[in-house]
């Protein structure tokens, strides 16, 4: 199914980019049900998949509505290929350890807050409605994961490392959250998009302090974290000058496939079936 | 978690129109806010209530079940503490 066909104008383009961040967010905090390091943490990572899938599943609905064809909910979720996905490289990496599952959480959270902050006064009214009741959903996952990154990167010093290694995993991914894809820049002078560029700074604050209090050192450029004395300057200067991207796009990890070939067997296999 | 458990903490939990925080489970958790975060995602996830407390369960201290007779049997025949042995009005109805 090809992206360019069902859709004559932008706004599904822009929806379907959201719906895939949460989707595939939350399909990757699914892998760990039963697998959680205690019950408690189990069901709280699958609360936030939840939360994800449900956000997900109210975008797909208006991506469809606005195709106004024979595509649904499902038919977009399960009928497409990497290719036609339009989320950033963070959300799908794969899951790794309990640290590294909750650094990819804490970075994408601090992000969609903002972004959802901001989207609530979109001028398309289903866009800030949908914004409006997922910002409450992730003022948890924020908290919740934020903590999580200052136990453990304040914790023992196998926590710490395993956190660093995380970051060093999952930095340059980060960069993309604040590139704008043809589709942003478009609908962005609408006033329907959210102007992520933006949205940098709001960000770079709150996982600024978080990492502070984590004893986690600001990684320097081109993604690598330089050591435990690359503090991040009182000017902010180092921040990353380079970026992965291109999975707004389309263009995606290898992660990804692993984990369509997954959520998308039994439609594949059994298109159609319900039970 | 294998060698070192964290803490048991007794979850109360007030619904949404109760007045009193009622028991309904325990969970384990490093600390109190992980305990209310961890609180929040077992015990209310379908809308049980709208205010959570907890409490280390090491702080509950429980009467001995062995002594249930002599605690609680001597209440048994003194049914004259019931308000029961009034003769109402027949005016009143809803006593």
């Keep these: 199914m090809s992206l360019s066909s069902p859709f004559d104008s932008v706004l599904p383009h822009y929806v379907l980019h ?3 961040n949460a989707l ?3 399909h990757r905090n699914s892998e760990w049900t039963g697998h959680g390091p205690i019950l408690e943490q189990d069901i709280a990572l699958a609360n936030i998949a939840l939360d994800l899938v449900g956000q997900a599943r109210y975008l797909y609905q208006y991506a469809a509505k606005l195709a106004g064809n024979e595509l649904t909910e499902d038919s977009l ?3 497409r290929d990497a290719w036609d996905f339009r989320n950033c490289l963070l959300v799908e ?3 790794g350890d309990w640290g590294k ?3 990819r959480q804490f970075l994408f959270s601090a992000w969609q807050l903002s972004f959802y902050d901001r989207l609530r006064e979109s001028r398309d009214s289903e866009l800030a409605a949908i914004a409006e009741k997922s910002y409450k959903e992730v003022i948890y996952h924020l908290r919740w994961s934020s903590e999580w990154v200052i136990r453990l990167g304040d914790g023992t010093e196998e926590s710490h490392n395993r956190m660093e290694k995380a970051l060093d995993q999952l930095w340059k991914f980060t960069g993309e959250l ?3 894809a043809e589709y942003e820049r478009s ?3 609408t006033g329907v998009a959210v102007d992520v560029e933006a949205l940098r700074t709001p960000w770079e604050k709150k996982v600024g302090e978080v990492f502070a209090e984590a004893q986690l050192a600001w990684p320097h450029a081109a993604g690598g974290v330089a050591g435990a004395d690359a503090r991040r300057d009182a000017a902010g200067a180092a921040k990353s000058a380079w970026a992965q991207t291109g999975g707004k796009d389309g263009r995606h990890t290898e992660e990804l496939g692993y984990l369509l070939a997954e959520m998308q067997f039994l439609q594949r296999a059994y298109p159609g079936c319900e039970w | 978690m294998t060698e070192q458990q964290w803490p048991l903490w007794e979850v109360f939990i007030r619904s949404k129109q109760g007045l009193d925080h009622k028991h309904v489970g325990s969970i384990h958790a490093a600390d109190a806010p992980m305990a209310i975060e961890n609180a929040r995602d077992v015990y209310t996830r379908r809308m049980e209530g709208v205010s959570i407390w907890v409490v280390e ?7 001995n079940p062995d002594e249930a007779a002599s605690l609680y049997d001597p209440a048994n025949d003194k049914i004259y503490r019931h308000p029961t042995f009034y003769d109402l009005p027949d005016e009143l109805k809803h006593m």
Excluded: C, E, R, W
Aim: hydrophobic content about 45%; charged content about 5%.
């Design chain 1, 18 to 20: 959201l719906a895939d």
């Design chain 1, 24 to 26: 595939v967010l939350g």
């Design chain 1, 77 to 79: 979720a399960y009928g």
């Design chain 1, 93 to 95: 990496q794969a899951n």
């Design chain 1, 101 to 103: 599952t909750i650094l």
């Design chain 1, 178 to 180: 604040f590139v704008p």
């Design chain 1, 187 to 189: 609908l962005g002078t």
């Design chain 2, 57 to 63: 369960s090491k702080y509950i201290h429980a009467s």
